[in-house]
């Protein structure tokens, strides 16, 4: 089945500094990627959703500038998180679609920001 | 726009005990519904979903859902849980329209005792 492969699946790093985090799909064109965060104990948010060449388009609330999304090929997507503090801390999940299909996720990135 | 709310935040089974975890949606017009899992160390994946039809929703591993519109409710069952049915399970109605962008519920962590 179609799989969508994310990187790093943890990252701890200092406050200011800025990490990126890729998604791909493997065996399929990812004509729309996705960007959740999850806070423990909370929902799945959406906080982008980027087709192929354009740019994201970020969810009410959702920094722009802070969170950059790039998804410059069908088949890979980067979430930037920018200078990034400790409240960036969090889980950071992916979804990739082709077209009408269903969406198949990542496994997530666990995000701490010492 | 559509929410779900899910009840049962943590459920205790064990082995062979039969299953239902609790869903409920607010009205937007056209009811989309699906529910996903999330196994320990694994990304999250579609169960099942409802877009129309039979009210009587079947998805993978034996689980179903049953749309009552009357209860604005679309919980999961399952007739006899496995250990390996321990996972998080996530209720989801589309972001907007018949989207495949799911909006998530908080989650249901459920854990089966062999």
């Known amino acids: 089945g179609a799989v969508v492969s994310q990187h790093p699946s943890r990252v701890i790093c200092k406050s200011g500094t800025s990490v990126k985090i890729e998604c791909r799909s493997l065996?399929?064109?990812?004509?729309?990627m996705f960007w959740y965060r999850q806070f423990p104990k909370q929902s799945l948010m959406l906080m982008a959703t980027?087709?192929?060449?354009?740019?994201?388009?970020?969810e009410q609330g959702v920094e722009k500038d802070k969170f950059l999304i790039n998804h410059a090929s069908l088949t890979l997507s980067t979430l930037t998180v920018t200078s990034a503090h400790p409240e960036d801390s969090s889980f950071y999940i992916c979804?990739?679609?082709?077209?009408?299909?269903?969406?198949?996720f990542g496994d997530g990135t666990r995000l701490s920001i010492l | 726009a559509q929410s779900v709310s899910q009840h049962n935040h943590h459920v205790i089974l064990s082995e062979a005990a039969s299953l239902e975890l609790g869903c409920n949606y607010s009205?937007?017009?056209?009811?989309?519904l699906f529910w996903y899992v999330q196994y320990p160390g694994q990304h999250l994946q579609l169960l099942l979903k409802?877009?129309?039809?039979?009210?009587l929703v079947k998805g993978i591993k034996g689980f179903e859902a049953e749309f009552i519109k009357s209860k604005f409710s679309f919980n999961l069952r399952k007739p006899s849980v496995q250990w390996s049915d321990t996972a998080e399970y996530f209720c989801?109605?589309?972001?907007?329209?018949?989207?495949?962008?799911?909006?998530f519920g908080r989650g249901t962590s459920l854990i089966v005792h062999p």
């Open positions: 409802y877009f129309s039809g039979d009210p």
């Open positions: 980027s087709n192929e060449g354009s740019k994201a388009t970020y």
């Open positions: 065996d399929f064109q990812a004509t729309t």
């Open positions: 979804s990739a679609k082709d077209g009408n299909q269903p969406q198949h």
């Open positions: 989801a109605v589309p972001a907007s329209g018949g989207s495949y962008i799911p909006t």
């Open positions: 009205y937007g017009g056209t009811v989309n």
